[in-house]
């Protein structure tokens, strides 16, 4: 069910750390209530009366009998200068599951609500704390796999997207101005060229943006190994793994099921599939036709497709087309006769492969660096602002919708101009959510955990 305004009229509570043991578990309350609700449950250790903003408070929270069930740190933020810029409380508790379920028991009994997933995010959103795409780069810094990834999703969540997007929004603003001028005086002068020249503004500020993003949650598997039964794909995903993630063996087509491992290479995470080999024109089982296919749908979701092949009788053949590989790799190096390493080495490089050997390790850490390359020349830089797949869909719009307005310019199309910047904006729109649908925000933040 969709959050109406109401709603934030409630005063809601979480539990915004893990479940589990830990040292210390953290209670939010959020709303017109939260201050209220504290002071009945809260005991503050010292004489002073009320509470101070913003200042972590020493206390005890005890129970309806009057016991005292944890000795806790309170804070009050008022709002608006709160997270969810609404008034706001915390308790730092002891972090046992018991202590954190009797707290939010006591704080339901006097009138808070239990919040949704990502409601206090959602209210920092409603109140304007927040545009959109800060709000979503909170769950990407939660996500994130890597520290340039945390270093990317700190850069959308100090403002760096909104202050890009609220630059081109300017630049948008002002071409519209123009354009409307132009339309109700048609006979002004020079209108055009200052048009076209607020245009390439525009381009330019867009196509900075889409250098500095990184396009996360596109694709399904990220790096997928293919090529022919036996060359030795399920050996060279161990060695990057430093451990046995698929069986290697000599009979042909152990691998039948894609299987995956999480790797760090160069800074990003990485999850490498390895799939059933690829066989053509043979006499298959169900079961391999079915592991064909299962590596065929891993393909085609792939970012980069690796193909791995083997040296055979000092010859290293390369993918085919129809593959539309993203890096060659020719493995088993070590089989090469002395005689023909350096002739094979620099055909293989010829054509844009890299020789390598999973059982020597030779041109393993090459094999890894481009991988890293290659996946970043598809999803952008590793530290890059994150953009989902909805962020991603907008930008492209906006940038398709500023390309139409600068022809519709070049052709005197004025009203078609309009249109198109109207286009450019609504999309902007839909990245600072800006008139969005409630049951689109309802989706993104129902991705946040509770307690976010
Ligand atoms: P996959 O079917 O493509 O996953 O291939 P595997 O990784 O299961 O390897 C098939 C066979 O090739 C196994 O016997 C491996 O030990 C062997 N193999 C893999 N890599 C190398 C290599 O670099 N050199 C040599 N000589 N043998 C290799």
């Known amino acids: 069910m969709g959050l109406r305004a109401q709603d934030f009229e409630d005063t809601i509570v979480a539990q915004s750390t893990a479940e589990g043991l830990a040292a210390i578990g953290v209670v939010r309350l959020s709303g017109p209530a939260a201050k209220k609700i504290l002071i009945r449950i809260f005991r503050q250790q010292s004489a002073q009366d009320g509470l101070p903003a913003r200042q972590l408070v020493r206390g005890w929270v005890e129970n309806r009998q009057g016991q005292a069930i944890d000795d806790v740190l309170a804070v009050f933020f008022p709002g608006p200068g709160s997270y969810t810029g609404q008034d706001l409380a915390e308790i730092h508790c002891h972090g046992g599951p018991t202590v954190l379920a009797t707290i939010i028991d006591l704080l339901l009994a006097e009138g808070a609500r239990p919040a949704r997933p990502g409601e206090f995010t959602r209210r920092a959103f409603e109140s304007g704390k927040m545009d959109l795409s800060a ?164 393909m085609e979701a792939a970012a980069v497709r690796v193909w791995v092949s083997e040296v055979k009788e000092n010859v290293a053949s390369p993918p085919p087309e129809a593959v539309a590989a993203h890096l060659w790799v020719a493995n088993k190096a070590d089989l090469l006769a002395d005689n023909r390493c350096e002739a094979v080495h620099r055909e293989v490089e010829a054509k844009g492969g890299l020789l390598v050997s999973a059982l020597s390790g030779d041109g393993l850490e090459r094999m890894a660096q481009e991988i890293a390359k290659a996946l970043c020349g598809q999803l952008g830089p590793v530290d890059g602002i994150p953009m989902s797949c909805r962020q991603q869909a907008a930008l492209e719009k ?44 309802d989706r993104i933040f129902g991705e946040f955990c509770i307690g976010k």
């Open 135 to 298: 709000a979503e780069a909170v769950v990407q810094l939660i996500h994130a796999g890597s520290q340039a990834q945390l270093v990317g999703a700190c850069r959308s969540l100090s403002g760096e997207l909104t202050q890009r997007l609220d630059a081109v929004l300017e630049r948008l603003e002002t071409l519209q101005a123009h354009l409307e001028a132009k339309l109700d005086f048609s006979d002004e002068q020079d209108s055009q060229q200052i048009s076209l020249d607020a245009c390439h503004g525009l381009q330019a500020e867009i196509a900075a943006m889409m250098t500095v993003v990184r396009r996360v949650d596109v694709y399904q598997d990220e790096v997928v190994f293919c090529g022919r039964p036996n060359v030795g794909k399920s050996s060279l995903i161990n060695r990057l793994a430093g451990r046995s993630v698929s069986i290697v063996s000599p009979e042909p087509g152990t691998t039948r099921d894609a299987v995956s491992a999480q790797v760090q290479l160069a800074g990003q995470r990485v999850s490498l599939v390895d799939t059933a080999g690829h066989r053509q024109n043979e006499n298959l089982g169900p079961i391999d036709r079915q592991a064909g296919e299962v590596a065929q749908a891993k």
């Open 398 to 441: 906006m940038a398709a919708a500023g390309q139409r307005a600068e022809k519709a310019l070049g052709d005197e199309m004025y009203e078609l101009a309009a249109e198109d910047v109207k286009d450019a904006i609504a999309a902007v729109g839909e990245l600072k959510g800006r008139e969005i649908e409630t049951d689109v925000l």
